[in-house]
Structure formats: structure tokens, C-alpha cells
């Protein structure tokens, strides 16, 4: 295959997993079928059978990708955290972004619940938990404080989708203080 047409290819996979992503958010995981997703990126009615073959390899696809992105949004702040108030005020602030967009963020959790039913989906999900765990041990060595800090996290940003006023960054940098200690 020339570079041309595998770059497009590519391009045309990314466009069909943010669709589907947008599906989800608007329809849930049920309202996912390949003409569905096709239709919402803009493309032939065929283009998500021929990328993906099942359901299962789509909404796998999504959940990779959410999942993939929030790690590595986490590991740049862990790896800028020095545990100090600033760090953990970073990661309050970005909290309070995505929940104010919460149509992104509803459908990463309903994939992410996906992940409960179906063990061979847990591996963008895990990553995405070692990376919370990544951030918390920068303000702490106990294991347990770090635990809490991912079920937090994954936590009030659920709860967060289920009010209509989710927690300001003042209100979640406090919530998170709850659990990690800072430097200063």
C-alpha cells in the first residue's frame, strides 16, 4: 500500500473512533453500529466494517484511545509534580476542564464500564489507573494513600457527571488534599 493511501486509512480510523466516541456520548454503547458510526464521521455507510470488523473492535478502538490520551495527559503531570501544592492544584484545574465538556467525558466512562464486563478490555483502563497511581506517588510512598487517590480520581469525576453543577478546581484541588499530603 503507497504512503498516500495508508495515511489515509489512518486518518480515516482516527475520524471513525471519534465518532464513534461522539455516538457513545449521544446514544450510549448501544446506539454503536457500524452504519451509525460511518454515518457520523461523514464517511460511506461501509468505511466502519471495513476498519473495524466487529462492534467490539470499534468500541475497543475508543476506549484504547480515551484511555491512552487521559495516561498520558497524567504522565506529563507526574512527571512535572513535584508533590507540592502547584502539582496537585494542575491536575485540580484540568479536573474541572473536562467535566465542564462532560459529552467526551460520559462516553469514556460508559466505555470504561465496558471494561467491567469484559476482561480483555482492561488493559487501556489499567493504564490509565497506573498512570493516576504515577501522579499520587509523587506526593506519597504509601500504597494505600496512592489507591485511594486513583479510586478519588475515577470517583468524583463520575460523580461530577451526575450534578448539574460538577466541582469547581478550588472544590476538587480540596477533595484531592483530602488524600495526598504536599511539600508546600
Given at each position: ?6 495515511i489515509?486509512?489512518?486518518?480515516r480510523?482516527r475520524e ?5 466516541l461522539?455516538?457513545?456520548a449521544r446514544?450510549g454503547?448501544?446506539?454503536v453500529s457500524h452504519?451509525t458510526v460511518s454515518?457520523?464521521a461523514?464517511?460511506p ?8 470488523s ?11 484511545r ?5 495516561a498520558?495527559?497524567?504522565?506529563r503531570?507526574?512527571?512535572a ?14 479536573m474541572?476542564e473536562?467535566v ?17 464486563k469484559?476482561a480483555?478490555?482492561r488493559?487501556p483502563t ?5 498512570a493516576?497511581a504515577d501522579?499520587?506517588t509523587?506526593?506519597t510512598d504509601d ?6 487517590f486513583v ?8 460523580q ?11 472544590e476538587f484541588?480540596?477533595?484531592l488534599r483530602t ?5 508546600g
Amino acid at each position: 500500500m503507497s504512503d498516500g493511501r495508508r495515511i489515509k486509512g489512518e486518518r480515516r480510523k482516527r475520524e471513525l473512533v471519534e465518532a464513534t466516541l461522539r455516538v457513545v456520548a449521544r446514544d450510549g454503547v448501544a446506539g454503536v453500529s457500524h452504519r451509525t458510526v460511518s454515518k457520523e464521521a461523514g464517511q460511506p455507510a461501509t468505511s466502519a466494517a471495513y476498519y473495524f470488523s466487529s462492534i467490539r473492535d470499534l468500541l475497543t478502538a475508543a476506549l484504547t484511545r480515551c484511555m491512552d490520551e487521559d495516561a498520558e495527559r497524567m504522565h506529563r503531570l507526574a512527571a512535572a509534580a513535584d508533590g507540592g501544592a502547584d502539582s496537585l492544584r494542575g491536575l485540580a484545574v484540568l479536573m474541572a476542564e473536562v467535566v465542564r465538556g462532560p459529552s467526551s467525558l460520559l462516553a469514556e466512562y460508559e466505555l470504561y464500564l465496558l471494561a467491567a464486563k469484559d476482561a480483555t478490555l482492561r488493559l487501556p483502563t489499567e493504564r490509565w489507573m497506573a498512570a493516576v497511581a504515577d501522579f499520587a506517588t509523587r506526593f506519597t510512598d504509601d500504597p494505600v494513600r496512592v489507591q485511594a487517590f486513583v479510586g478519588l480520581v475515577d470517583g468524583v469525576m463520575l460523580q461530577a457527571l451526575l450534578t448539574d453543577h460538577p466541582p469547581t478546581a478550588a472544590e476538587f484541588e480540596a477533595i484531592l488534599r483530602t488524600v495526598l499530603p504536599q511539600d508546600g
